[in-house]
């Protein structure tokens, strides 16, 4: 089986080589000086202490695997490449619902960096997904949860 490529930007890309940084350099030394006090108490069998640092440690270590690996699949979108003239990965759309009127401003991202808090949508999401490559003027029907909601494409930008 392929791994899943790992669409991110540049912004996206640089986040997660932070992340990783700080997982490989700080987090493992502190819990690895936790599980070397929790040591120093004696008797490991009964000790909490030790059990949550090893457990920590353990967390630690599989989101360095996972972040290495998505690093190691990684896509790099540049927003500077992204073409204007249909919605994709990189781009910011304007959109309006057409029931309540409303206008919306999505950035579609690949999911690792989707935020929805940021109206960062991911290209997988049912509202990313059905707006790629529709262009200005489209108006597009998504199937979402609720039901069927309708959007107009008012704007393509980088």
Known sequence: MSE???ILTVEGLKKLE?????????????????IKQAIEFGD??????????KNEQAFIEGNIMALEK??????????????????????TVR?????????LDYTIVGSVEADPAKNKISNESPVGK?????????????????????????????
């Open 130 to 158: 059905a707006l790629l490559g529709h262009i200005i003027g489209d108006e597009v029907e998504i199937n979402v949860p609720v039901g069927i909601i309708k959007y107009k494409v008012l704007n393509i930008r980088k």
């Open 44 to 53: 490991i069998s009964e000790n909490s202490e030790y059990e949550d640092a």
């Open 95 to 103: 959109i309006k619902d057409m029931s309540s009127g409303e206008e």
């Open 18 to 34: 932070e992340e990783l940084e700080q997982l490989k350099t700080v987090r493992r030394r502190e819990v690895a000086a936790r």
């Open 70 to 91: 998505k690093l190691r699949n990684a896509r790099v979108i540049d927003t500077n490449d992204v073409d204007v003239d249909t919605v994709s990965v990189g781009s």
């Open 4 to 6: 899943k490529e790992t």
